[in-house]
């Protein structure tokens, strides 16, 4: 019995962690999670979208398939839901690739009076299908196109008074056939002459006019051939008088000149004009759509020419005249805008920023007048709790946001989503800022946060007064963590270098930030975040039996003191990385290693060392619940106690994935402790190409007591025990 009695503390302390992680309050802060509506040039293009609704309300709809409708009169929420296509489609349970959905396909207005119309996009049998559904008012879904298209077809519907009016693209007639040109000309590499036989050109698409009205004044359907080119996008005006062709002339559905073909429905007349730039249509979703009769807002992507991909990150925007193009204002594409859709009235549009925000903007002067909710774009837990209204407020948050209109914002939520003082705060308090975040990071007591914007850093207390602000001219930080001691580091992407920088500052006496000068890097070598007392230098270089650039790749750890003195450093030795504690008294190391009999399957292998000594502990090594192909561990985040690790275990190449939940291990112990199933496996989720959604995180608060999960703009407190002792 005496082996068994030994053996039982150790069973209890596992069960003991599991039974102590429990809920502690979610908060929803309203608004679309960042990226979840993708953007101009992604793989697979925007999703979702925004439409106009009836009495002055808007719907917007991202590629999670959250629906929002709002009062844009004061942007409030009406209501939230997660919208699924109809039950009778292919593929639409189907959690990774079912069918995408897309609000508003065709202009404003048009056939919506019965509910919102919703466009869908998916495939059945490898080949790809378009279809529609009206969602009701009652929540009904009712299956059918008013104005099927295709990738073929465009079509173009809308209604004028009691009929609708369609119109259609329709091939082109077969070219006459005549001898071809003969060209020859001398190969200069040869020497040889050549002679080569170009292909007639074969004639544009034909316009199919739709009839309209009846009696007397009835406009008999019509055929108008236009020019050649791909047809994107049919668009009747609101009254039927003119019908716009958004036509690319270049490679098919990749990228070139767009014109716009504005065409006369009675008489054929047409008149066309270039949009400037190469524009974009594969993956950019053109737009083009009528303000009145007379106006249409175009909204287009241009290429890079050097990338091929998408300028500024998004799409140009103007307001034009429809019989010239003249551009009354344009937005380019820097500003982050995809989409432009006009109100009925023609006073307002809507579009979405960077992804993530929903705007509503003057059609005027395309000026901004309100966001549509908020996103997350950068958080942090942070320590203890304040008394709010004789209310104790146990497990906080600091939130950086992106508000609309190209600003942002620092806000401090409670677990109930109050915004709350700090201790030793006197009101609530929200930082704005002129661009939006890209990195926050807080000490530990919350007395000193650090946002990091574009070019610049801004450095605030626990008051949310502005101490400090540090331009960063060419600089973008994607990483910002406070170390014990007022140490705090950035990764920073540096436009001319076109490569990555680490800064670091050190708080002084009066809690202002000093820049600290780190030793040089030498090629193929990083420091590892968070920076203290130590630098953690991770090397890498190819393997010495094999130095192609897809031969394996080594790594080895040096550990260096703030002026570049080496306390320790390791061999040479398969990949790993490396993490430091907030205190600079631990490091966590993690090294993925080959599953016998697996192929692109990896268990994660898990050890401390003394960051001092070098001196290495035993490790842990866990493997994926399940053997597949690209599934693998990953570490997530590191407690203040310097023996519990946050794992992340997902699946996945470039295009496509999956995250199937978060683990929980004791590096002291040396075991994994359970976690409540709602926890641990309810954060299953899949993402991909065309499939933009949030990926959850998870990361422990400097205090050890709660562990704090932000999925999007969701934030989910657990409690647990993750701060006291070694």
Same mark, same amino acid.
């Given at each position: 019995?005496?082996?068994?009695?030994?053996?039982?503390?150790?069973?209890?302390?596992?069960?003991?962690?599991?039974?102590?992680?429990?809920?502690?309050?979610?908060?929803?802060?309203?608004?679309?999670?960042?990226?979840?509506?993708?953007?101009?040039?992604?793989?697979?293009?925007?999703?979702?979208?925004?439409?106009?609704?009836?009495?002055?309300?808007?719907?917007?709809?991202?590629?999670?398939?959250?629906?929002?409708?709002?009062?844009?009169?004061?942007?409030?929420?009406?209501?939230?839901?997660?919208?699924?296509?109809?039950?009778?489609?292919?593929?639409?349970?189907?959690?990774?690739?079912?069918?995408?959905?897309?609000?508003?396909?065709?202009?404003?207005?048009?056939?919506?009076?019965?509910?919102?119309?919703?466009?869908?996009?998916?495939?059945?049998?490898?080949?790809?299908?378009?279809?529609?559904?009206?969602?009701?008012?009652?929540?009904?879904?009712?299956?059918?196109?008013?104005?099927?298209?295709?990738?073929?077809?465009?079509?173009?519907?809308?209604?004028?008074?009691?009929?609708?009016?369609?119109?259609?693209?329709?091939?082109?007639?077969?070219?006459?056939?005549?001898?071809?040109?003969?060209?020859?000309?001398?190969?200069?590499?040869?020497?040889?002459?050549?002679?080569?036989?170009?292909?007639?050109?074969?004639?544009?698409?034909?316009?199919?006019?739709?009839?309209?009205?009846?009696?007397?004044?009835?406009?008999?359907?019509?055929?108008?051939?236009?020019?050649?080119?791909?047809?994107?996008?049919?668009?009747?005006?609101?009254?039927?008088?003119?019908?716009?062709?958004?036509?690319?002339?270049?490679?098919?559905?990749?990228?070139?000149?767009?014109?716009?073909?504005?065409?006369?429905?009675?008489?054929?007349?047409?008149?066309?004009?270039?949009?400037?730039?190469?524009?974009?249509?594969?993956?950019?979703?053109?737009?083009?759509?009528?303000?009145?009769?007379?106006?249409?807002?175009?909204?287009?992507?241009?290429?890079?020419?050097?990338?091929?991909?998408?300028?500024?990150?998004?799409?140009?925007?103007?307001?034009?005249?429809?019989?010239?193009?003249?551009?009354?204002?344009?937005?380019?594409?820097?500003?982050?805008?995809?989409?432009?859709?006009?109100?009925?009235?023609?006073?307002?549009?809507?579009?979405?920023?960077?992804?993530?925000?929903?705007?509503?903007?003057?059609?005027?002067?395309?000026?901004?007048?309100?966001?549509?909710?908020?996103?997350?774009?950068?958080?942090?837990?942070?320590?203890?709790?304040?008394?709010?209204?004789?209310?104790?407020?146990?497990?906080?948050?600091?939130?950086?946001?992106?508000?609309?209109?190209?600003?942002?914002?620092?806000?401090?939520?409670?677990?109930?989503?109050?915004? &709350?003082?700090?201790? =030793? @705060?006197?009101? #609530? !308090?929200?930082? /704005?800022?002129?661009?939006?975040?890209? +990195? %926050? *990071?807080?000490?530990?007591?919350?007395?000193?946060?650090?946002?990091?914007?574009?070019?610049?850093?801004?450095?605030?207390?626990?008051?949310?007064?502005?101490?400090?602000?540090?331009?960063?001219?060419?600089?973008?930080?994607?990483?910002?963590?406070?170390?014990?001691?007022?140490?705090?580091?950035?990764?920073?992407?540096?436009?001319?270098?076109?490569?990555?920088?680490?800064?670091?500052?050190?708080?002084?006496?009066?809690?202002?930030?000093?820049?600290?000068?780190?030793?040089?890097?030498?090629?193929?070598?990083?420091?590892?975040?968070?920076?203290?007392?130590?630098?953690?230098?991770?090397?890498?270089?190819?393997?010495?039996?094999?130095?192609?650039?897809?031969?394996?790749?080594?790594?080895?750890?040096? &550990?260096?003191?703030? =002026? @570049?003195?080496? #306390? !320790?450093?390791? /061999?040479?030795?398969?990949?790993?990385? +490396? %993490? *430091?504690?907030?205190?600079?008294?631990?490091?966590?190391?993690?090294?993925?290693?080959?599953?016998?009999?697996?192929?692109?399957?990896?268990?994660?292998?898990?050890?401390?060392?003394?960051?001092?000594?070098?001196?290495?502990?035993?490790?842990?090594?866990?493997?994926?619940?399940?053997?597949?192909?690209?599934?693998?561990?990953?570490?997530?985040?590191?407690?203040?106690?310097?023996?519990?690790?946050?794992?992340?275990?997902?699946?996945?190449?470039?295009?496509?994935?999956?995250?199937?939940?978060?683990?929980?291990?004791?590096?002291?112990?040396?075991?994994?402790?359970?976690?409540?199933?709602?926890?641990?496996?309810?954060?299953?989720?899949?993402?991909?190409?065309?499939?933009?959604?949030?990926?959850?995180?998870?990361?422990?608060?400097?205090?050890?007591?709660?562990?704090?999960?932000?999925?999007?703009?969701?934030?989910?407190?657990? *409690?647990?025990?993750?701060?006291?002792?070694?």
């Amino acid at each position: 019995m005496r082996p068994l009695l030994l053996l039982l503390p150790v069973l209890l302390l596992g069960q003991t962690s599991a039974q102590t992680v429990t809920p502690r309050g979610a908060v929803q802060v309203t608004g679309h999670a960042a990226g979840t509506f993708g953007g101009a040039g992604n793989i697979g293009g925007p999703s979702g979208g925004v439409a106009w609704g009836p009495n002055g309300t808007a719907y917007t709809l991202d590629g999670a398939r959250v629906l929002y409708r709002w009062n844009v009169s004061t942007g409030r929420s009406l209501f939230r839901q997660v919208l699924w296509p109809p039950a009778t489609l292919p593929g639409a349970r189907d959690p990774a690739f079912g069918p995408r959905l897309f609000l508003n396909a065709t202009s404003a207005g048009t056939l919506g009076a019965a509910g919102l119309l919703v466009r869908v996009e998916g495939v059945q049998n490898a080949q790809p299908y378009r279809t529609a559904f009206t969602l009701t008012p009652d929540g009904r879904r009712v299956l059918g196109d008013p104005c099927p298209s295709s990738e073929r077809v465009p079509r173009g519907c809308v209604q004028v008074g009691g009929s609708k009016v369609q119109d259609r693209t329709q091939a082109g007639a077969t070219a006459p056939q005549t001898p071809p040109l003969e060209l020859t000309y001398k190969d200069p590499a040869t020497g040889k002459t050549l002679t080569t036989r170009p292909e007639p050109p074969p004639d544009g698409a034909r316009l199919i006019l739709g009839e309209l009205g009846s009696g007397a004044s009835r406009i008999p359907s019509s055929t108008v051939t236009l020019p050649r080119g791909e047809v994107l996008r049919v668009v009747p005006s609101p009254d039927g008088s003119r019908t716009a062709v958004l036509r690319l002339v270049g490679e098919s559905g990749g990228a070139g000149t767009a014109y716009v073909d504005v065409v006369q429905r009675k008489g054929g007349k047409r008149v066309f004009w270039a949009l400037p730039g190469t524009t974009l249509a594969e993956d950019a979703a053109p737009d083009l759509r009528w303000v009145g009769n007379s106006r249409l807002l175009t909204a287009t992507a241009e290429q890079d020419p050097v990338t091929g991909g998408a300028i500024g990150g998004g799409q140009v925007v103007a307001l034009r005249d429809a019989l010239t193009g003249r551009a009354r204002w344009k937005l380019s594409a820097t500003a982050g805008l995809v989409g432009a859709v006009p109100s009925p009235d023609g006073r307002l549009w809507l579009t979405v920023r960077g992804g993530s925000v929903p705007e509503v903007r003057r059609v005027s002067d395309g000026q901004f007048v309100r966001a549509l909710g908020r996103a997350v774009v950068a958080w942090v837990p942070l320590a203890g709790g304040a008394s709010v209204g004789g209310a104790s407020s146990s497990g906080r948050a600091a939130v950086a946001l992106s508000v609309g209109g190209g600003a942002g914002a620092l806000s401090l939520l409670d677990r109930a989503g109050r915004e &709350v003082p700090l201790a =030793g @705060g006197a009101a #609530r !308090w929200r930082f /704005a800022v002129p661009s939006v975040p890209d +990195a %926050l *990071a807080a000490t530990s007591d919350g007395g000193r946060f650090a946002l990091a914007v574009p070019g610049a850093l801004y450095l605030l207390d626990s008051t949310g007064r502005l101490r400090q602000a540090l331009p960063l001219p060419g600089l973008r930080v994607s990483t910002l963590s406070f170390a014990l001691g007022g140490v705090l580091s950035a990764r920073a992407t540096d436009a001319a270098l076109g490569g990555e920088r680490t800064l670091v500052w050190k708080l002084d006496g009066a809690g202002q930030l000093k820049p600290l000068t780190l030793p040089p890097l030498p090629d193929g070598s990083r420091y590892s975040l968070p920076i203290s007392a130590l630098l953690l230098r991770e090397d890498v270089r190819r393997s010495a039996q094999n130095t192609a650039q897809t031969g394996p790749l080594q790594s080895r750890l040096s &550990v260096l003191n703030l =002026g @570049g003195g080496l #306390r !320790w450093q390791e /061999a040479w030795g398969a990949e790993a990385a +490396a %993490l *430091a504690s907030a205190d600079g008294q631990t490091v966590l190391r993690a090294r993925g290693i080959a599953i016998p009999g697996q192929a692109e399957v990896g268990a994660l292998k898990l050890w401390l060392a003394d960051a001092r000594t070098g001196q290495a502990r035993p490790p842990l090594t866990l493997a994926p619940r399940a053997l597949q192909v690209y599934r693998g561990l990953a570490v997530a985040d590191f407690a203040p106690n310097r023996r519990h690790v946050l794992l992340t275990e997902g699946q996945g190449d470039g295009c496509g994935g999956a995250l199937y939940g978060v683990r929980l291990a004791d590096l002291q112990i040396r075991q994994e402790v359970p976690l409540p199933a709602a926890f641990g496996t309810g954060l299953t989720r899949f993402f991909g190409c065309g499939h933009p959604r949030p990926v959850p995180e998870t990361a422990f608060a400097p205090d050890g007591k709660h562990i704090l999960i932000r999925d999007g703009n969701a934030l989910n407190w657990w *409690a647990g025990a993750f701060g006291g002792g070694r």
